[in-house]
């Protein structure tokens, strides 16, 4: 798709792109985080969601029907393809740095099905993460049709399907005389008890969990009229995320007291305590098999997303020419087996690291400040763009699009600056969790730095090897 919004149209239905959309951001994995505060978890959902998931879905979804590309190719548009690289080089690493939190869950259910002692084991931990993440990257370089299979049969199986038993197994214990372990008691209980900054900290940690709204936009130019589907796949999407997030936190806080939530396997408390009252104890066995299934879909759906815009900058010129190699499915073959070797460094965090949740707490923080960088450029050029050209056809425009991308920037930098704060809960202590994720965002989040100082001319795969000039 060019400017002009027209896409290749090679099948992608606008639903499939939605339950794709759905897949890459709402994980059950964020649930436990929430549910300890019972009835409160819904405004720490709606809140953000207002200043942050509605922002990022109207945006993505104009520039999405006006420019192709992704978040390199709309940041280029505005501001030239050396901040579009900065953009999308944030978004991958964010993405690189999620995938072991990710499949750290992955992990906790797994050993749930067989032996429940594993999740806190990081050796298990991190053999599984390096194990599922490169079966999930095979299934990635099939192409784009095995990923959409995958993700949206995934999202289905996995993700929804569990997340409507919980709330079903929620009712049911509840019917048959079991003890809710949520607070009703007052109008209280419907916001989180004011304790200063952490309060803030804890609301804007949350951001997180919607991060993901534009990932796949790379891949419009495959929908079937993507001017008009995109912007409907990322309502959809919207309603599902709010769903899969909003009703089962709640149910997990119904069977769990607040203060027995383990991170990484409150999901699979919750169905202990339904389905031994509801006397089928296998249940639980059943339902970490589907989370299972979720999970790799999840991950599969976000494999080839960043790391494709990646390629595009690749073929702008600014990352070696083995990057720019695909397979025969047209994927980023050097790309992702680089992402690869990344996600396996990063899975060591959980064999050496003796606290499972503290590799968990760190990883998640350092994501969520790479990703907000990200997202900060990404609503300066949304309304650069609608200034600057607004006679660039687009299928879909934002409403009261100045009001929008400030809203979005400005939640975005707050989320970036509270990220420095201790959040509440986290095992480490202020100066471990600060040094952390400065060298994180440093290391991690400077390599266009480096790509721009040491590029060479032979890069440029057009104009006989000369480095395109810079925007």
Request: proline share 6%.
């Amino acid at each position: 798709m060019n400017a002009s919004g027209q896409g290749r149209g090679i099948g992608m239905t606008w639903v499939t792109m939605a339950l794709l959309t759905t897949a890459a951001v709402a994980s059950i994995r964020v649930l436990p985080a929430m549910a300890p505060y019972g009835l409160a978890s819904i405004f720490m959902y709606v809140l953000p969601a207002i200043v942050f998931l509605v922002p990022v879905a109207l945006v993505a979804a104009e520039l999405a029907s006006g420019w192709n590309g992704g978040v390199f190719g709309w940041v280029r548009a505005a501001y030239g393809d050396r901040l579009g690289f900065l953009a999308i080089w944030q978004q991958w690493m964010s993405v690189v740095v999620w995938f072991p939190a990710q499949l750290a869950f992955f992990a906790g259910a797994l050993a749930y099905v067989f032996q429940p002692s594993l999740a806190a084991n990081g050796l298990f931990v991190g053999s599984t993460i390096l194990i599922v993440y490169w079966i999930a990257t095979m299934i990635s370089l099939r192409g784009m049709s095995y990923t959409a299979f995958v993700g949206s049969k995934g999202l289905v199986i996995g993700t929804l399907v569990p997340a409507a038993m919980l709330v079903v197994m929620a009712i049911i214990y509840l019917a048959d005389g079991g003890q809710s372990q949520l607070p009703t008691g007052s109008a209280s209980d419907y916001l989180p008890a004011f304790t200063g900054i952490a309060s803030i900290v804890l609301i804007v940690s949350n951001f997180l969990a919607y991060a993901g709204m534009e990932v796949n936009a790379v891949h419009v130019p495959d929908m079937i009229n993507p001017r008009k589907g995109f912007p409907k796949s990322i309502g959809l999407a919207s309603i599902l995320i709010l769903l899969v997030f909003i009703p089962p936190t709640l149910a997990i806080a119904v069977g769990v007291p607040a203060a027995g939530i383990d991170l990484t396997t409150g999901v699979m408390q919750a169905f202990d305590a339904f389905f031994d009252r509801a006397g089928i104890p296998w249940g639980t066995s059943a339902m970490g098999l589907l989370i299972v299934v979720g999970i790799l879909a999840s991950v599969v759906t976000w494999i080839p997303g960043p790391s494709r815009g990646l390629l595009l900058v690749a073929r702008s010129g600014y990352l070696p020419r083995a990057l720019q190699k695909t397979n025969g499915a047209g994927v980023q073959v050097n790309i992702l087996i680089v992402q690869g070797i990344l996600v396996s460094i990063l899975a060591l965090f959980f064999a050496i690291i003796p606290d499972v949740n503290s590799a968990f707490w760190i990883l998640t923080a350092i994501a969520v400040q790479l990703d907000m960088i990200m997202y900060m450029i990404l609503f300066m050029s949304a309304l650069k763009l609608r200034r600057t050209q607004p006679e660039v056809p687009r299928g879909f425009r934002a409403p009261a699009m100045r009001l929008v991308g400030w809203v979005g920037f400005s939640a975005s930098l707050l989320a970036f600056v509270i990220g420095f704060f201790h959040p509440p809960g986290s095992p480490m202590n202020n100066v471990v969790h600060i040094s952390l994720l400065l060298l994180g965002i440093v290391i991690l989040g400077g390599g266009p730095l480096l790509f721009y100082r040491f590029r060479k001319s032979s890069w440029d795969p057009s104009n006989g090897g000369k480095a395109n000039s810079e925007g």
